[in-house]
Nanobody, 124 residues
């Protein structure tokens, strides 16, 4: 069973930063396209950003452009989401997921392997 585990969430003040980690077990992340998603209370899960097997990184959510950065550390078999200038609207459960496609697909339907999520709460 392919497994993904998110970590790094927590409570942060507005304007603060968090770095989320997505660690893989049983497979090599370099061979999969990895997406970061988030789901706020009462909202549908949405794709935030993606890192493809070709090395492309894409921010799909306009509100995070310039604030969130996705990256990959092959040696640690992990993908990260650096989140800066956080605001209360960023509060959500954040998930990472893996897709066998070689290019980013901006849909939850494209990703079959999911982590359990990590809570991010932005509040003073």
């Amino acid at each position: 069973q392919l497994q993904l585990v998110e970590s790094g969430g927590g409570l942060v003040q507005p304007g603060g930063s968090l770095r989320l980690s997505c660690a893989a077990s049983g497979f090599t992340l370099d061979y999969y396209t990895i997406g970061w998603f988030r789901q706020a209370p009462g909202k549908e899960r949405e794709v935030v950003s993606c890192f493809s097997t070709s090395g492309d990184s894409i921010d799909f959510t306009d509100s995070v452009k310039g604030r969130f950065t996705i990256s990959r550390d092959s040696a640690k078999n992990a993908v990260y989401l650096q989140m800066n200038s956080l605001n209360p609207e960023d509060t959500a459960v954040y998930y990472c997921a893996a897709d066998a496609r070689t290019k980013c697909c901006p849909s939850v339907q494209c990703f079959l392997s999911w982590g359990q999520g990590t809570q991010v709460t932005v509040s003073s």
